[in-house]
Structures are given as C-alpha cells and as structure tokens.
T-cell receptor, first 110, second 114 residues
Framework: DQQVKQNSPSLSVQEGRISILNCDYT??????FLWYKKYPAEGPTFLIS?????DKNEDGRFTVFLNKSAKHLSLHIVPSQPGDSAVYFC?????????FGDGTTLTVKP | EAQVTQNPRYLITVTGKKLTVTCSQN?????MSWYRQDPGLGLRQIYY???????DKGDVPEGYKVSRKEKRNFPLILESPSPNQTSLYFC?????????????FGPGTRLTVT
C-alpha cells in the first residue's frame, strides 16, 4: 500500500503562470513533509518543508499547503520559470523513516 | 565544499558477485540513508542510520546490508546481487534524525546486475 501518492505523473504550464503539484498520504504518523526537486543525472535537492502542525509554509516563489484532515498537501510555484522544469518528489517523514511519492514531472514552457 | 559522494557512479556486475557501494559525507551529519529508484517510481528507502553503530531497516531492506562504523561513511553491501537489484541508488545525509532536517543526496550509483 503506497503511503505517499502523487497522482499526476506530469504537469505542463506556461512560464509566468502558477504550477500546483499535489500529494496525498495515508499515514497519520507522518510529522514532516518535504518537497525535493530532481534534475536528470543528479540527486534530489531539498526545496521546502512543512511540519504537520502547520498549514502553510512559504519560501520565495514556493509555498506548501497542508490539509491534515484531507491528508493532502500541495506545492505552489509562482511565477513558474523554465528553470523549474524538473521532477518534483513529495516526501513524508516518521522519525527516521522517509517515504517518497513517485514524482511529478513539471515542464514550464517559455 | 559540502557534499555527499558515492562510488562507483556506474557498475555492471554479474549475479552473485558481492559488491559494495561506498557513501561518504563531509558535513558531520548524524543521519544517513540509502534509497533505490526504479523507472517511474519514487525513492524507496533501503536502510538508514541515526548515528554511528545505529542502523535500521527502511521499506525495502531485503538483499542489502549496511554498516556505520564511522560518522562520515555508510557503505551499502550486496552480498549476492540479483537482477532485481538493478536500479539507481542514492545515498543521503542530514544533520540529525527528524523530518525537519532536509536530506542532502549524492549523485547516484547506477547498478546493473546481469
């Protein structure tokens, strides 16, 4: 049973518009949620995180929203830039264990 | 430069031939972890270590071993590799255990077992 799901394998948006990436989870014990970005032939790099006791965290163009009752989180990128084109992974943490979603490939068109 | 290094970056081997993938970090991080990534899938955690001599299983530990004898190194050992262990492997480290600490990832090791 997949505990962290990213239901959209891909997303394409126009430069300057908003990108919204979604993630659903099933395990109520997760205490932190993180987003990572991955370019081809590189390891993932951290983007932004949110504690399970918060509902929003913002860092520049990136905002993560958490809806604990719906077990849903989303990453908003505004405005989207071509350099944001990458695979985005949602990850959830429970003590030392980390569970990742399958990723969403974001393409930002100039 | 703060980094996580993995060696080798690419490896082709045969079924049953023991191999070790090394992982080293220079950030004095307490926490280290190994993941595998298969096509179309996310990263699945193999093993993690919260400190020296402390290791624990992730979601897919079968067929793998790890050790943490020093803080900076966390090697992944495949005693008898099989074709289903063909995958892209990532090592990661973070300052401490706990979800608030982001993980720093190595560049990956692409392993092919024939």
């Amino acid at each position: 049973d997949q505990q962290v799901k990213q239901n959209s394998p891909s997303l394409s948006v126009q430069e300057g518009r908003i990108s919204i990436l979604n993630c659903d989870y099933t395990n109520s014990m997760f205490d932190y949620f993180l987003w990572y970005k991955k370019y081809p032939a590189e390891g993932p790099t951290f983007l932004i995180s949110i504690s399970s006791i918060k509902d929003k965290n913002e860092d520049g163009r990136f905002t993560v929203f958490l809806n604990k009752s719906a077990k849903h989180l989303s990453l908003h990128i505004v405005p989207s830039q071509p350099g944001d084109s990458a695979v985005y992974f949602c990850a959830a943490s429970d003590a030392g264990k980390s569970t990742f979603g399958d990723g969403t490939t974001l393409t930002v068109k100039p | 430069e703060a980094q996580v290094t993995q060696n080798p970056r690419y490896l082709i081997t045969v079924t049953g031939k023991k191999l070790t993938v090394t992982c080293s970090q220079n950030m004095n991080h307490e926490y280290m972890s190994w993941y595998r990534q298969d096509p179309g899938l996310g990263l699945r955690q193999i093993y993690y270590s919260m400190n020296v001599e402390v290791t624990d299983k992730g979601d897919v530990p079968e067929g793998y071993k790890v050790s943490r004898k020093e803080k900076r190194n966390f090697p992944l050992i495949l005693e008898s590799p099989s074709p289903n262990q063909t995958s892209l492997y990532f090592c990661a480290s973070s300052l401490a255990t706990g979800g608030s600490y982001e993980q720093y990832f190595g560049p990956g090791t692409r392993l092919t077992v024939t």
